[in-house]
């Protein structure tokens, strides 16, 4: 069973930026894809970025540009480097694992971008 510990959260003004971190309870090049979702009030649960074991990235296209997903395989931490936060990109972060069929939630990070 994999553990993350999600951090980096916080309030930012618009254009502001933001870092992640997820740390994870097994080395990284155990699991097959990491990501970040995000839940905003009232809203469903949308992936924002993913990273593969192999380091191949996705993002929604709204965070394209601005958000970075990387992975510290030696300290087991997966980052989310967001810039030019917009109030739109205010939610819960969560991270995510999926391991060998199975997937894991950390507790999720709160970001707020208002001004």
């Known amino acids: 069973q994999v553990q993350l510990v999600e951090s980096g959260g916080g309030l930012v003004q618009p254009g502001g930026s933001l870092r992640l971190s997820c740390i994870a309870s097994?080395?990284?090049?155990?699991?097959?894809?990491m990501a970040w979702h995000r839940q905003a009030p009232g809203k469903q649960r949308d992936v924002v970025a993913s990273?593969?074991?192999?380091?191949?990235?996705i993002y929604r296209d709204s965070v394209k540009g601005r958000f970075t997903i990387s992975r510290d395989i030696p300290n087991r931490t997966v980052y989310l480097q967001m810039n030019d936060l917009q109030p739109e990109d205010t939610a819960l972060y969560f991270c995510?694992?999926?391991?060998?069929?199975?997937?894991?939630w950390g507790q999720g990070t709160q970001v707020s971008v208002s001004s």
């Open positions: 097994e080395r990284l090049d155990n699991i097959d894809v």
């Open positions: 995510y694992a999926f391991q060998k069929g199975r997937g894991y």
């Open positions: 990273i593969t074991n192999g380091d191949y990235t």
